[in-house]
């Protein structure tokens, strides 16, 4: 319980409230928000001599003197400080997924609830499957709006528990579960985990859930997350925060209305143009929303509410995209953190597959180039040609600098560097550093790499090699090794 009151805390300590909570405490030691269960934490960090424990809940907490002693907080004090090994986890039985590209106070934080609805008779949860909460530069900008309220008014009960209150998208105008009563429910969504991966450098996350299926045409809802971890490109000054793309792809026979929402956190300001939402805050720090659907999107901007404690609420904004499809329909989102002054832009590229989907993420002197489902043959996008189900490449002064593949077994650039496989890798990740290639390959036995001639080391999972240039062999060589049947050909 402890390690997950790690990972589910904000960069800057207070917790996501999902389903409900009332702020309840048997007995209150010490003011603190009722979102922040840093007390616990500390206290369980003296108690069990966990250095990463006590890196999360930071300063000493006066509940551990209370519970502990003076001995307790002693043993808190002498307890160096670890920084976690990795930076993203899910947990299986509750499937709350929480990604981050480090542990600071400005660190970006994904967390995506996609397991059951809940427990026993679910009581006390939410519609909230796959919904998604975001920080980033220090702000919680995509937040939970909490619960408010168990019996003091249905109506708002009944709001803050419906799907249409949370970071996910609702069908039809309709909740994906539907509540009978405050504290029960006739019908419940369950999610589930379709696909998670940790690379190096990224997360990827398929995940989907069945609560539409109770409509006269069904809908299945599948939900993807592509979470690139930038930080600073080897051997640049050039800042790029990470970012977050969120893929949603319904299935269905007839024609449906769909609205993709995303609550923002009450001090944000927000104005849409066109596809795109620009939410600032008062420290200057900006989050753009950008959507594309199969035909051209329109953001809005709607007022709601949000509680950060039960019995008071505050009035805020919400993000909404809204289509209407017939079939099979796919949209997706861009969330992109930005300093003050900084411009960052999202486009659409074109592809040659009316599944897939390009798109080109740009600031300053640096690009990104995104494909999205291509599992079948190689499509080409700007400098990049790739197939799988993402594949992802960063340009420096168009230059190749770093780039990941999932599923695919292909990745080429147009400045030199190719990667092949006989069968598709399950993930990989390549970087150029000062020179030298960095490759991590999950899966796959046999594959062909291809740089520049400049090129003199290279790592492969860790692993360094010299790279040896020769040149190319003749059409006799290749007769030779013909003729000699006992020699393999390489």
Known sequence: MITHLLWSARPHGSSPLLGDDDGGRLIVLGPREPNDFRDTVATAAALFGRGDWKRAADKAAVETLWLLGPGGLKRYDELLRAEPIVSSSIFDESG???????????????????????????????????????????????????TFTYTGNPELRDWFRSTAAHNTVTVDGKSQSITAGPFSWKHIANASVDVHVVGTGFDYLEASHDGYKKLADPVKHSRTIVFPKTGLAAGSRVPVNSYLIVRDSFVASREHEYAIRFHLAPECSAFAIDNQVTVTEPGGRRLYITG???????????????????????????????????????????????????????????????????????????????????????????????????????????????????????????????????????????????????????????????????????????????????????????????????????
Not at 115 to 140: M, Q, R, T, V, W
Not at 296 to 304: D, E, F, L, S
Not at 442 to 458: A, C, H, I, S, V
Request: charged content about 20%; hydrophobic content about 35%; aromatic content about 10%.
């Open 292 to 490: 594309f659907g199969e035909s051209p999107a329109q953001a809005q901007i709607t007022r709601c509410w949000v509680s950060r404690a039960y019995g008071h609420r505050q009035p805020s904004l919400t993000v909404v995209f809204e289509l209407t499809g017939k079939g099979p329909q796919r949209f997706t989102t861009f969330i992109t953190p930005a300093w003050e002054g900084q411009s960052i832009a999202v486009e659409r590229q074109p592809v040659c597959l009316a599944e897939a989907d390009g798109f080109k993420v740009r600031s300053d002197q640096v690009f990104d180039i995104v494909l999205i489902n291509n599992e079948g043959r190689p499509l080409s996008c700007g400098p990049l040609t790739a197939d799988g189900r993402v594949a992802w490449a960063r340009f420096e002064a168009n230059l190749f600098s770093r780039g990941f593949l999932v599923h695919g077994h292909k990745f080429e650039t147009n400045d030199g560097f190719a990667f092949r496989s006989a069968a598709p890798f399950d993930h990989c990740t390549f970087r150029d550093n000062d020179g030298r290639t960095e490759c991590s390959l999950n899966g796959g036995d046999w594959f062909r790499l291809k740089t520049g001639e400049q090129l003199r080391r290279t790592a492969i999972d860790g692993i360094p090699f010299e790279v040896c240039h020769s040149p190319a062999p003749t059409a006799e060589d290749v007769w030779d090794k013909v003729q000699q049947p006992s020699e393999a050909i390489n």
């Open 96 to 146: 709350c997924s929480v990604m981050r590209d480090g542990w600071s106070k400005s660190s970006s934080y994904v967390l995506m609830d996609c397991g059951p609805h809940g427990s026993l008779s679910c009581g006390h949860s939410h519609a909230d499957a796959l919904s998604i909460e975001f920080s980033s530069l220090g702000k919680n900008w995509i937040i939970d709006p909490g």
